[in-house]
């Protein structure tokens, strides 16, 4: 109620004053003026209702004051006394705030008029203004005067300077003292209200230091003046010693934050440690020095980024060669020393700071990050931390990561380990050797060449590497968490962890030493004895990976030394060497197998294989006798008899198709034992007699015979491997080619065994496909399967479609559209195929292949 | 109609990822899906192992994926994975036909083929599944020829991750030039080969393969010989610890003849006539050949 009849007063007054100064009856309008002003001195309003008066009589004594500055213009010089004796007119109001009001807005307009005793005018001002004790009054009042005396502060020369400087900070002074004086005033029960009303009064306040700094910009200043210099002596030791000395926590931070922000930096500079040592510390006990020091660091950090940005456009010589780093962490030492309760979100934001700062200014200076993560571990970490510690830790950690240009940057930091190994969190400690693995993977050619680069990285990553699987908790039940099952469905494993999986795989990739292929390979098996092998439930998912790395550079070192050979060299050192690492890769799939066998034998039988092609390669015989036999016990243990883990349907008419693990496991061995070359006759013979017996005994028929017939191939190979004696007699060669007749035998009767037609059938073609590949004549004009083989099982098939196609129901048969009948499919697609068959034999004849067969 | 060939990553167990070029050339709209909006299908030929963030690569890629088992896949992994993927049909074959136009496309991992990689074994496997185009992988070596009207693509393995076959260099490059030779559009002028546009400056329209590699690898072997000789010499003067000594010249070379050129293969078809790209990654270069595919009865 009582503001909106202040607000109806001042309206109608000022409605009568502009009135009266149209009449130009200036009396009459100081007189309504002097009303309004009245309204001023108003008791129960808050700053905020206050402020809204505020600013209406603000705008009303504008007019008065426009009206002033023309007439004193039109009655020029002579009447310049005019304005003088208004000056004191004025001055015999009777209420103080009234007066003062128009005292200011008739000094202020006097001060712009040339020749007025500018000096003596604000020297007055100042003075009288201390006649108002009242809080809210007093501030508003004083800013008052601020406002309209901003532009017409005399700058001169330095006397001027020193005034005005001296004019604006004791207002500052004075307008501080009010400030927190209201805090005390009002029944105690009100000081939450208090200092609600204080905050939205802060502007008033800090409005002087922004003059302050405004003012140090204008003045131009002689030849011996520095801005700089003065700011250091003159201001902010008044300034500082005021907000120190109110000992108020909110004018304490907020007029820091003002300081900070509203000079420039070349000043912060510079009084770097007077306004650490000497201002921070003495602040307020529980003010959060950390955040002024973090708007402080920003500013620098800030100053530096634009500088950057600005090199090459400007030269900036005169850049500020403070060393800042160690002022500041001074600083925070003695805060330590001196406040060793300091609360642990306050040293997490100091810390925060000095990392951003560390990494902006001391790219290359990893001593400091240290010294920080050093006072962390052995200060801060010390005692138990809750989980908001922990947060707080992790992202002291975090923090610098993204911003190394080489993850390698970690290993100089020796309590960088010291303090993550303080994470008792699991998770976090997960998370931050992900952002360490995901860092040095977005980085390109980061290579590890030494053991301790590899301890450096792989320290970080056993938290991932015995990272347990099978843990299933609600969220995984309820498929919050994606998982998937593993091990035929028994196990469970999250994307999650096989995504970590597939990241500490790709760091291995990293283990790379190009000059030293030897080097690398025992860098690699440094890795699994000290680190992947600390989990084994996790092995199958990280040695893979590992073995055929190994394995790569073996085969690279085995082409190496074969060159050598090729020059004359003494290759017996290396070729030593090759055998012990062959020994070593063994027993580490030994390990994979030891452990892993029960669900992973199919992968542990490709790697065994890919090792024992890798070893004949190497011309190392006898090793890769011994993983093929290595093979064949997998082959026996695990996979002969596993049923088909996979609930698919398996068609057996598909050659190329789901199959039994059996029948794929013989066709993988089957394809190595295909490439090698360095093997004498006899041993290969032995192993591929036991692939051809183990082909031959398989379950299922279409299994056994396409197990066979493709064995026919071994032989063939067989038959130009150099035996013992190293000749290869025409006697033995024609063995071979016998077995492979053999084989094409044995899978024909097995086909011909079989209950259901249509798959004989099939089979009978696919055999013939077989044949037609063996009918090719070696040197000596010999065919291992001649024409008349060939034209007998073409007749067999003709008489097995025709028998078929009698059984068949002839309206069912031929209806192509029939799509369910899936005997008919089959035939019809058994027939088309022989069809092709035929026309490719036909084809191939117009080339004098394939003479004498009968199409 | 476009459509991506790709096989043989072994992410992360023999390699860390694609190259980079390969990544932007391929998935030039990482955050859209599908990534990249001129190939409409993807033919995978396995062997990814075990990295969900690249089969999702391959997924995202086109509107239409469709896989085969490799060698190293975990089906029952897999399986999985693309089911989370949104795959509807994520039952993985060992081999697949697909029509694409008016050509019957088949396509297998190919590690049951015996002999692997074998022309006579493929030709026979084409003429079962009675195909026009047989794609097989497992082999990690470009390949693209036609015999008895059919066609036959390998498109390599797409990370260049190791193989353990036998690395016979000299062998290579001639099977290579024989096949490739025949078929190699003599015009290499084509610049608007398909991706070009988003590789930039990256990729390089290449010569005619079949007539370079030969070249390259002449002097090259002329050159290690003549080293040979004489770091020879000067380890005989060093005695007899000069064996454990590394030649690192040779040693280079060999490492870049045993090592395997990251490449895939896309697929261009209108109606019957199709024409193939294949690209290559080479010393930080991305390389396109082109080959015309002969029109098939």
Redesign the interface.
Known sequence: MSLQSSINTINQQSGLMKQNLNDNNLLQALKHCLNFLNELRINKLSPKQYYEIYMMVFDSLEVLLNHLAQTTQKKKKKDTPYLADLYELVQYSGNIIPRLYMMIMVGTTYMATPGAPTKEIMKDMIEMCRGVQHPIRGLFLRYYLSQRIKDLLPLDNEEDFNETVHFLVSNFIEMTKLWVRLQHQGHSSERELRYKERKELKILVGSNLVRLSQIIDDYQGGESYSSINYYAENILPTITEQIIQCRDHLAQSYLIDVLIQIFPDDFHFATLPFLLNDVFINLHPLLKKSELVATLIERFVNYHNNEAEMVGKLSLENKPQVDLFPIFWDFYVKLHEMDSELPIDEHSIFLQSFITLSLTYYPDNYQNLDTIYQFATEKLATKESGSEEQDLWFRLLVAPIQHFQSIKTLFKLPFFFEFYHKLTSVQYQKQLSLEIINKLLSDKNEQFSTTEDIDGIFKYLLVLIKDPTEKLDTAKNLGITKTYKVNNGEGIVTQEFLSNQEKICKVIHLIETPTDPFKNISNLMYVRKKYLNKEFKNIIYTYPALIMKILNKLRLIGYYVAELKKQGKDITHQELLITSNFKNLSVIIDELYHYHQEYHSELILKIYLNAASAADQLSQQSLSYELFNQCFVVYEENLILNPSHNNRQINPHDSLGEASVPYQSILLIADKLYTLRNFNKENYENLITKLTLYGSKLLKKQDQCRAVYFCAHLWWWCAYLPDEQDNNSRENVDDDFKRILECLQKALRVADSCMDPYLSLKLFIEILNRCLIFNVADDEGNTVIDAKYINGLIDLIRTNIDNLNDEEDPARAFNEEDENNQEARLFRFSREYFQRTLEYIAEEQQADVFEGIVV | MLTLVIGDLF???????LP?DFKKLLSPNPSAIPSNNKIAQVLCLGNVT????TLQFLYNLSPSFHMVRG??D????LT??LK?LGHESP?I???QVVTIDNLKIGF?SG??????GDD??LL??A??L?VDILIWGGTHKVEAYAV?GKFFINPGSATGA?T????DPDKDSDDEAGGESELDDAENDAADAKLEQTAGDDSKEGEESGDQKPQNEEPAKAK?DLF??ET?DA?ESLSGSA??E???E??N???E??SVIPSFCLLDSQGSACTLYIYTYLKGEVKVNKVSIPRNN
């Open positions: 992410v992360p167990d023999r390699a860390i990822g980079s075990n990295s969900i963030e060698e190293y975990d089906a029952q992994l999985q994975q989370a039952n074959p060992f081999h297998t590690y049951q083929i015996l002999p692997r006579v074994a026979t496997l003429r079962e009675n008895e190791h353990f076959g036998w690395a290690l040979g000789e020879a380890s064996s454990n590394i030649d690192l040779l040693l070379k060999v490492s003849s045993t």
